[in-house]
């Protein structure tokens, strides 16, 4: 079961993707998980996009605030047009006969030029469902941002760990591969002296060979470690950094009830939804308002005329628009704003419940990868401990060849559990931080 625990971490790191060669050494410092996530705010294409949806959220609202504002426009023309009189259905015969001049292809010209101004005088709170509805949206949006930063937070991390974990894979079969080419010379000594059969030094030989094939797995692991870790920072895979060696770092536990409360107030995606209620809400009042009637002013100025000098003309207007059938579609609008609004807050009660089983679990394997610390560092203690037994019996004369190998394979796999656990944990703890809503500030 330990050997599969050890193997657990290294599929883990085969899965990950993988699209150029290894880390270049550029020479540079290691860098910490705080300057790795640094980084990745900066450079992550993902939060640029979730910065230019924010921005399209607040010039959204700007435009809903500029409904309550006069709407004023300008403009002029010249046209050149024949003016030969045409009757329409509907005319009588004998005004066409009075304006009708026969065909003719002279031109006249016509100039306008002039300025319109509208405003809404009131609506029954349309433009104040508008301005609500773009607000409750903006504040949704810049939930989501967070959202995608606690995201990346979260994605550096866990690259980051695992990285770490497979450095620490290579050291113990880079350690592993190391002592059995130390029990292969051994065996080989014995063999030439006759104290061993030809069999253990083929044996020997069969455990070398392998411990070099997981040695090769390691590095190639490292590897695709480095690229996922460059990835999740949002840089090229060649400019993947190393970093500090803080897998073994292990934190107090804290209270899971106080974990449930920060959860509650602090995770965005959460708070996403309470937005999102609000611009539903924002909807409703809208649906409701556009059932009343509307009241527009409206206002213009302007001179016109086929020769100079222009004539000016003014008009200020009221117009008072209630509608009295539209086959039902205005009160479906009300309806489907009103399931819009309940359905957002079932989604908010459903993602209330599944927070706090999120944090229940992420607690429960927080814990449990703490006790498998102090499980695993015992064993591989013990593991060493009978691998030194087992040397010595062998050197002595009164072990064997597969005593050895067992003990060396014991111990190869109790030192990869000490890894495996120390990552389950580090694992355990950011899946925890996401849980939370956590994110750097």
Known sequence: ????????????????????????????????????????????????????????????VTIAHS?????INMGSFYTRQTYNYAGQPGTPPHLWKLFYQGQNNSTSPYYYGGVNLNQTIYDFGRKKGVINRST?????TEQDYK?????????????????????????????SLVSEKKHLDQAQAFYTVGRGAKIDVTRQQVAVANAQLALNQARENMDVAHAALATA???????????????????????RDQLLSEAIQNRPDLESLRDQIAAARA??????????????????????????????????????????????????????????????????????????????????????????????????REAKENLALAEGRYRVGYGNIIELTDAQLLATSAAGQVVTSRYQYQSAAAKLDLALGRAPK
Request: glycine fraction near 4%; aromatic fraction near 10%; include cysteine.
């Open 283 to 380: 909807n409703l009042q809208y649906a409701h308002s556009n059932l009343k009637p509307s009241f527009n002013f409206s206002s213009f100025y302007n001179f016109n005329n086929l020769t100079f000098p222009l004539v000016n003309n003014w008009s200020l207007a009221g117009l008072f628009a209630q509608n009295l059938f539209s086959g039902g579609a205005r009160h479906a609008e009300l309806r489907m704003a009103q399931a819009a609004h309940a359905g957002a807050a079932a989604q908010r009660d459903s993602l209330f419940l599944q927070v706090r089983q999120q944090v229940y679990a992420a607690y429960s394997d927080l814990k449990l990868a703490t006790d498998q610390i102090d499980t695993s560092l015992t064993a591989d």
């Open 147 to 175: 959202n995608v930063r606690m995201q990346v937070y979260y994605n550096v991390r866990a690259a980051y760990y695992t990285l770490l974990a497979n450095r620490e894979l290579e050291k113990v079969q880079e350690e």
């Open 233 to 255: 920072m949002g840089i090229p895979i060649e400019k993947a950094p190393d970093i500090e060696d803080v897998l073994a770092q292990v934190q107090p536990l804290p209270n």
């Open 67 to 71: 409904n309550y504002l006069p709407q």
């Open 1 to 60: 079961m330990k050997w599969r625990g050890f193997m657990l971490l290294t599929l883990i790191a085969v899965a990950l993707p993988l699209t150029a060669t290894g880390p270049q050494d550029s020479g540079n410092k290691a860098l910490s998980l705080d300057e790795c996530v640094a980084i990745a705010m900066q450079n992550h294409p993902d939060l640029a996009a979730a910065e230019a949806q924010v921005a399209q959220a607040r010039e959204a």
């Open 136 to 140: 409750a949206a903006l504040a949704a």
